[in-house]
């Protein structure tokens, strides 16, 4: 055995949402794994392009805020804040300028517009970005990012922007999978998805790229089709963040990971952290991974390895109510009892 066997561990968790931000998450989850016995752990809030991207991004790196007041997605005007990292790079979260928490609980999905996330990319620009990165999940919006491309007066103007997906929705099915969930109804999903059809063709006359053909163009309401269209790229939510936080390099240091995030369900292992987080585990050949989730769907518990170590908030509470109160005292419990399962094989569990 090495001098310090399996000593050194990773807290790398998405946001609990409802109960705790990823930071928080991560910081939880590192105190357990301490309390455990590991000497030295990192803790690396994650995020896959959604909500949370910000946070995340900055508690990995560092860097700083900036705010701007922006057209909110019904028009009001809205205080939105995006980042600049050490590096020089903007992260925007489109949520923050257009996002369905904005909406005060009534959304208007046929007026909803991106107006302001562009007018957050064009702020990024003027005070000196060169290198976006655009977290395009939450959003309110339906409208294929027509209000920020006309805000960007329908040009990027040379900047290296990076749209970061959370799903590979086609540009043409982005009402119809998300239309309900922003208040659409049956005949205002029909209108979207007509509308959505004939912004395509304008996309492809206007710039020669057809959003229909490219997987991830219907995220946010096809804002990542529009931003395709003005010469953005778009990757993987997960992938993105994880090389801007710099996951590659600590995998390679530690013995177990543990991620998580609030409910674990089967698009959990599609593209989102604890997926994301298991697969470049995995291929970095760490030795144990655990995963903490605050519920989990029925239909995910089959997804799950036999060799991950695996805990659930709710079976420590009383009810999920109880389990979101106390989210991080037993998050860090959990993590806890992971980390001592590594330390103690006696003690039982996968890995």
């Not at 990773?10 to 455990?36: I, M, N, V, W, Y």
């Not at 920020?148 to 099915?173: I, K, N, Q």
């Not at 079976?315 to 037993?330: G, K, N, P, T, V």
């Amino acid at each position: 055995m090495s001098e310090r066997p399996e000593r050194a561990a990773l807290a790398c968790p998405d946001k609990f949402r409802g109960s705790l931000t990823a930071p928080e998450a991560a910081r939880a989850t590192a105190a357990g794994l301490q309390r455990a016995g590991f000497t030295s752990v990192h803790a690396l809030p994650l995020a896959d392009g959604g909500e949370g991207t910000l946070d995340a991004l900055l508690a990995a790196r560092g860097g700083r805020r900036r705010s701007v007041r922006v057209t909110g997605p019904l028009g009001d005007p809205v205080d939105a804040e995006y980042g600049v990292l050490p590096d020089g790079t903007a992260v925007i979260e489109m949520a923050q300028a257009s996002g369905l928490a904005l909406t005060g609980g009534t959304n208007f999905p046929l007026d909803a517009t991106t107006k302001g996330t562009g007018e957050l990319i064009a702020a990024a620009a003027r005070a000196g970005a060169e290198r976006l990165v655009v977290g395009v999940g939450g959003s309110a919006t339906t409208d294929g990012g027509l209000g920020a491309l006309e805000a960007l007066g329908w040009s990027l103007r040379g900047l290296d922007v990076t749209v970061a997906c959370d799903v590979t929705t086609p540009f043409l099915d982005a009402a119809r999978v998300f239309g309900p969930q922003k208040g659409a109804s049956a005949n205002e999903v029909e209108l979207l998805a007509r509308r959505l059809e004939r912004l395509a063709d304008d996309l492809k006359a206007r710039t020669g790229v057809d959003v229909t053909e490219v997987p991830g163009a219907g995220a946010a309401g096809g804002l990542a089709g529009g931003l395709l269209a003005a010469g953005a790229r778009l990757e993987s939510g997960f992938d993105v963040v994880a090389r801007a936080a710099g996951l590659d390099e600590v995998l390679d240091a530690v013995d177990l990971v543990v991620t998580g995030e609030g409910r674990l369900d089967r698009a959990s292992f599609e593209g989102k952290v604890v997926g994301g987080v298991t697969r470049w585990a995995r291929a970095a050949g760490v030795a144990h991974l655990g995963i903490v989730c605050g519920s989990i769907e029925d239909s995910a518990r089959g997804l799950i390895p036999p060799d991950v170590l695996f805990d659930t908030l709710t079976d420590r509470a009383f009810d999920e109510a109880d389990a979101q109160a106390r989210a991080a005292l037993l998050l860090e419990e959990a993590a806890f009892e992971i980390g001592r399962r590594v330390i103690d094989p006696a003690l039982g569990g996968g890995g």
